[in-house]
C-alpha cells in the first residue's frame, strides 16, 4: 500500500472538517480521543495568540487528521515550561494504521521548531496507547516521567531536543 502524502495546513478548520472530526468514534479503549461536547467545534477553530491551536491534517485533499499544539496539547498534571512546545495529534479511526502518523510526526516537529522556535517537543501519550508510543520513540522522543492526567489515567511524557543548527523548514503550507 503506498503511504499517502501528508500535509499540515496553516490554517483553522472550516466548520465542516471541525463537524467531520467530531463525528469520529474511536473503539475502546481509544474512545478516550473521542471530541465531543458543545465548545468542541469552535476549540477546533480557535487559535491562541502566539499560533497554538488546532491544525488540519490533508491526506489526498482530505481531513484525515490534526495536529495541535500549545495548552491544546497538555494534559492535566503538565505545566507550560519555556522552550517546549506541546504537541499533540488524531487521525481519524479510518485512517490508523496507513502510515500517516509516521509522514505526520517529522513534519509536525519541524513546524513546532520553525513556527513556535521549539528547543524541546513534548507529547503526553495515555499509556495503554502502544502504537502512540512507539510512533514517538521512533521519532527520536524520550520518556521522561509518568504521570496521572485526566480520569486519573496513567500518561506517559515524553520529549525531543531539537538541534537549532539544522533546518526544518518545509512539510507544511
Known amino acids: 500500500m503506498r503511504r499517502p502524502v501528508v500535509e499540515l495546513v496553516e490554517r483553522v478548520f472550516t466548520p465542516d472538517e471541525a463537524g467531520a472530526v467530531m463525528a469520529w468514534s474511536y473503539e475502546p479503549p481509544f474512545d478516550f480521543y473521542d471530541l465531543s461536547g458543545d465548545g468542541a467545534v469552535a476549540l477546533l477553530m480557535a487559535r491562541d495568540e502566539r499560533g497554538h491551536g488546532y491544525y488540519p491534517v490533508l491526506a489526498d485533499g482530505a481531513v484525515v487528521g490534526f495536529v495541535c499544539f500549545g495548552a491544546e496539547a497538555r494534559v492535566r498534571g503538565q505545566q507550560e515550561e519555556p522552550g517546549t512546545c506541546d504537541l499533540g495529534a488524531g487521525l481519524d479511526p479510518r485512517r490508523v494504521s496507513q502510515g500517516i502518523a509516521?509522514?505526520?510526526?517529522?513534519?509536525?516537529?519541524?513546524?513546532?521548531?520553525?513556527?513556535?522556535?521549539?528547543?524541546?517537543?513534548?507529547?503526553?501519550?495515555?499509556?495503554?496507547?502502544?502504537?502512540?508510543?512507539?510512533?514517538?520513540?521512533?521519532?527520536?522522543?524520550?520518556?521522561?516521567?509518568?504521570?496521572?492526567?485526566?480520569?486519573?489515567?496513567?500518561?506517559?511524557?515524553?520529549?525531543?531536543?531539537?538541534?537549532?543548527?539544522?533546518?526544518?523548514?518545509?512539510?507544511?503550507?
Open 102 to 173: 509516521t509522514s505526520l510526526m517529522p513534519i509536525a516537529v519541524r513546524y513546532a521548531a520553525d513556527r513556535f522556535g521549539a528547543t524541546r517537543v513534548r507529547a503526553a501519550v495515555a499509556a495503554f496507547n502502544e502504537r502512540s508510543l512507539r510512533l514517538c520513540t521512533s521519532a527520536g522522543f524520550r520518556t521522561v516521567r509518568v504521570f496521572d492526567g485526566p480520569d486519573d489515567r496513567r500518561f506517559v511524557e515524553l520529549e525531543l531536543a531539537l538541534d537549532r543548527s539544522e533546518s526544518y523548514a518545509g512539510g507544511s503550507r
